[in-house]
């Protein structure tokens, strides 16, 4: 469903990303693990546009992005929904405003964008009574679920979640995750996760390293306590990345 060969992007004279090569197979659940600043949220803009690759190819659905006008672009990305590291909620705008924002701009009549509002806000596990609230009175957990509930409004084939747990309580940490999940399977979506929360192997089909700029390790989620890839190893045990070891 996605390709990515040989993917360059430097800010100044920053590597970032250093010729990377990824394959997200359709319906895979795969995680994208790595360090605070390794590039994880660079290499997810790339892929929806946000970011222009100084080099390298997308490939989504057999489409080369680089070599699509505008038209075909937006026909691309509207299969891709993208959940904001911090929910990215606008917080002069209600829920339900936040949620019906693409349709309300439109200049679609709200008693219409209504129902199709409250049908994505009960799929994420909220009430009714949320839509007239603003984001300052949510919680985290809150948040975080309405702003997937307004990436769903485009029922997308492709979603990608940019740190979706980070700062949440344990509980609200593992309810989240059920609800990625939950959306995987509802929607026979492909879901990228961008974590570095170990819980996420519970859920994840595929998991991918990112390091110095290169995708290091892509391997099955299930085994990934048993994998002796070093980086991968110290990584997942929050160990010091000095010499490397396995055991
Ligand atoms: N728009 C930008 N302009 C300049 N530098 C950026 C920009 N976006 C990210 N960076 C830099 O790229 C590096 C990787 O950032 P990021 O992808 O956010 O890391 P991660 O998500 O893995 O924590 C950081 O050093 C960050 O400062
Ligand atoms: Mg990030």
């Known amino acids: 469903?996605?390709?990515?060969?040989?993917?360059?992007?430097?800010?100044?004279?920053?590597?970032?990303?250093?010729?990377?090569?990824?394959?997200?197979?359709?319906?895979?659940?795969?995680?994208?693990?790595?360090?605070?600043g390794e590039g994880k949220s660079v290499l997810l803009k790339q892929i929806i546009g946000l970011i222009k690759p100084d080099s390298g190819q997308i490939i989504i659905d057999n489409q080369d992005i680089s070599k699509l006008n505008k038209e075909e672009l937006h026909e691309i990305y509207k299969k891709c929904g993208y959940v904001f590291q911090f929910a990215a909620l606008l917080d002069s705008l209600n829920v339900f405003q936040n949620v019906g924002i693409?349709?309300?701009?439109?200049?679609?009549?709200?008693?219409?964008?209504?129902?199709?509002?409250?049908?994505?806000?009960?799929?994420?596990?909220?009430?009714?009574?949320?839509?007239?609230?603003?984001?300052?009175?949510?919680?985290?957990?809150?948040?975080k679920r309405v702003g997937l509930a307004r990436t769903l409004m485009l029922t997308p084939q492709i979603i990608m979640y940019d740190e979706p747990t980070t700062g949440l309580d344990p509980i609200t940490v593992r309810l989240i995750h059920e609800l990625i999940e939950k959306t995987h399977q509802d929607l026979n979506a492909t879901?990228?996760?961008?974590?570095?929360?170990?819980?996420?192997?519970?859920?994840?089909?595929?998991?991918?390293?990112?390091?110095?700029?290169?995708?290091?390790?892509?391997?099955?989620?299930?085994?990934?306590?048993?994998?002796?890839?070093?980086?991968?190893?110290?990584?997942?045990?929050?160990?010091?990345?000095?010499?490397?070891?396995?055991?």
């Open 1 to 36: 469903m996605i390709k990515i060969r040989n993917l360059k992007k430097s800010f100044d004279s920053k590597i970032i990303t250093d010729g990377l090569d990824l394959e997200i197979k359709r319906h895979d659940f795969m995680a994208i693990i790595g360090r605070s």
């Open 102 to 143: 693409t349709l309300l701009e439109e200049g679609e009549d709200p008693e219409k964008v209504r129902p199709l509002v409250l049908e994505k806000i009960k799929n994420v596990g909220l009430e009714e009574d949320v839509l007239e609230k603003y984001p300052a009175e949510l919680s985290g957990g809150m948040k």
């Open 191 to 247: 879901s990228i996760v961008i974590s570095h929360d170990i819980e996420v192997f519970k859920y994840a089909k595929t998991v991918s390293m990112l390091h110095e700029g290169k995708i290091i390790y892509t391997g099955p989620a299930q085994t990934i306590w048993e994998c002796d890839n070093p980086y991968v190893y110290q990584f997942i045990r929050g160990l010091e990345q000095g010499p490397i070891k396995t055991k």
